[in-house]
């Protein structure tokens, strides 16, 4: 039963690609892809270039080879061309074209997914039913922070209460922009991206390459430390001749108990991307962890793919890259920081799913508290501090149609979970009925007839969030929880500070595996986490 999913969810996301792949759309008239920016433009005559080298040559209507300037443009399902083409396309039939194509993807023909969901939601209920569970989510649920299917529910439906009014309220000042602007009629769906892009400029405007300047990896870098040192009481020292390095670009530090000066962690940082050498994205992984057994201690690897310095110049970051490296460095602290010394259960071992972004996303707030930021937010040549009006739209930014983004998440979390436990794939009712029943629910455009988002939700189908998929927004209403904490004993109250970071380091960070994270975080809030700390940091309360 166990090969037979593994098998199914593998042709899922074979279909998935192939349905994905084979849909294109060749721009040949510049008036078709006006509002695409440069980049987009240069990717879809690239993608032209290479999908259609091997045409002959003789071919009459063989059109010369493909320039960003003149065409032809290809474009396809894949997210880097079709999300451009969504938030910049000015032709709204077009938009409709590629917005209808990518809703029914793997939804028909060979590629059809719907027998495969069918199948696989059957196989789950019943190895769930001879594991002795009601369904596959009590399953799924049994090794992760939430107790049950109630209390995700409860989650759920408390969030939900406030980001469905409030959806509603961005969606009619999206509107009432857009016809502003000229738009006649009300919205389609394929043209909310368009809009919301449009908006987004005209409120948040700023150009994340032009701050490079302020963001520079050794002033990041020194304001990142400083909170840990601050919060944490620990003390990061770079020493790369301390072990051996697989890049001269490479850094290693030791970090050190504040108090005693002991050593008690390690990591290595590989900051700068390598193209053809290293993959992309950021990542932590655990080199050695914490284990009394064979005496190590805990070594950390953070990865990201930043810009290299270039000669006297030094690695300049964009803010998403400063707070991607943040976000990685918070996985990094509750790995070193843990006190747990069976190595199955210290640092991240055996976390549940649904509470290790708890410690990432914590981190990430604090570069959306201005005084932090301007502690090492300055630019790298004149010392001048990163202007307070940049400050402001980014953080505006952040929370920009917030609850519209809440909703979809809430809705694809749903799903999830009624698909996992009081849907009968043996029944009369489909999964395609329960789809339509939420979306009805959730969302404020009806969607279209041919959607089939199912097909294509390869998170629950070919990935590991099955009946997991919530998880996103319980470790996001943890971390707001948990930044909260700190907003109540006061942010700039040094004294107050140091008492909240030593607890989250002993509870949080130092708990690891070993105990529940349930009790864990009682034990540093006192309490159980509630949504209101998310929904005000949403700007929803």
Request: glycine share 6%.
């Amino acid at each position: 039963m166990a090969l037979r999913l593994s098998e199914l969810g593998t042709t899922f996301q074979n279909n998935l690609l192939d349905s994905t792949k084979a849909f294109e759309l060749v721009l040949t008239e510049v008036k078709d892809v006006e509002g695409l920016p440069a980049s987009a433009l240069a990717a879809a005559a690239q993608s032209y270039n290479q999908a259609h080298s091997g045409k002959s040559e003789k071919e009459e209507d063989a059109p010369a080879e493909a320039t960003p300037e003149s065409g032809p443009w290809r474009l396809t399902l894949d997210m880097p061309s079709y999300l451009p083409a969504m938030k910049h396309l000015k032709s709204s039939e077009l938009r409709e074209k590629l917005y209808r194509a990518f809703i029914s993807r793997a939804s028909s023909d060979k590629t059809d997914n719907g027998p495969l969901i069918t199948e696989i939601l059957q196989l789950r209920k019943k190895a769930s039913a001879m594991l002795g569970f009601e369904n596959y989510a009590s399953e799924s649920l049994a090794s992760k922070m939430a107790p049950n299917i109630e209390a995700v529910s409860k989650l759920t439906e408390d969030l939900f209460a406030v980001a469905r009014p409030a959806a509603e309220k961005e969606l009619d000042e999206l509107q009432e922009f857009a016809n502003a602007k000229g738009y006649a009629g009300k919205l389609q769906l394929w043209d909310v991206t368009f809009w919301t892009e449009r908006l987004k400029e005209e409120k948040y405007a700023y150009d994340e390459e032009a701050l490079r300047p302020y963001f520079s990896l050794p002033k990041v870098l020194e304001g990142m430390f400083g909170i840990a040192s601050k919060l944490f009481a620990v003390d990061i020292v770079q020493d790369n001749d301390a072990a051996e390095r697989w890049h001269p670009d490479v850094m290693f530090f030791k970090v050190q108990d504040a108090s005693t000066g002991n050593h008690i962690a390690s990591f290595f940082l590989d900051p700068y991307a390598r193209p053809g050498e290293k993959r992309g994205g950021a990542w932590m992984d655990d080199c050695l962890g914490r284990s009394k057994a064979v005496g190590t201690k805990p070594v950390a690897y953070l990865t990201c793919n930043g810009s290299p310095p270039v000669g006297s110049k030094p690695s300049l970051m964009t803010f998403s890259e400063a707070e991607t490296l943040f976000h990685e460095f918070g996985h990094g602290l509750q790995h070193m920081l843990t006190h747990v010394e069976d190595g199955d259960c210290a640092g991240i071992n055996n976390v549940e799913w649904d509470a290790v972004e708890l410690p990432s996303q914590f981190m990430e707030n604090w570069l959306y508290h201005k005084p932090t930021v301007d502690s090492f937010a300055v630019h790298y040549e004149t010392g001048e501090p990163l202007p307070a009006d940049v400050f402001e739209k980014i953080k505006g930014s952040r929370i920009f149609m917030a609850a519209s983004m809440m909703l979809r998440q809430l809705q694809f979390g749903d799903l999830d979970m009624k698909l996992h436990s009081e849907y009968d794939p043996d029944g009369t009712e489909t999964f395609l009925d329960v789809q339509r029943r939420l979306a009805a629910k959730y969302q404020i455009l009806p969607p279209l007839e041919e959607d089939r988002f199912l097909c294509s939700f390869s998170h629950i189908f070919a990935g590991g969030y099955a009946a997991g998929y919530y998880s996103y927004k319980w470790a996001e209403v943890l971390s707001a929880d948990a930044f909260a904490a700190f907003e109540e004993a006061g942010l700039d109250d040094e004294e107050a500070l140091r008492s909240v970071g030593r607890r989250f380091r002993e509870t949080v960070l130092g708990c690891g595996g070993g105990r529940h994270p349930s009790k864990v975080y009682r034990d540093f809030r006192g309490k159980d986490a509630t949504v209101d700390a998310l929904l005000r940091h949403n700007g929803l309360l």
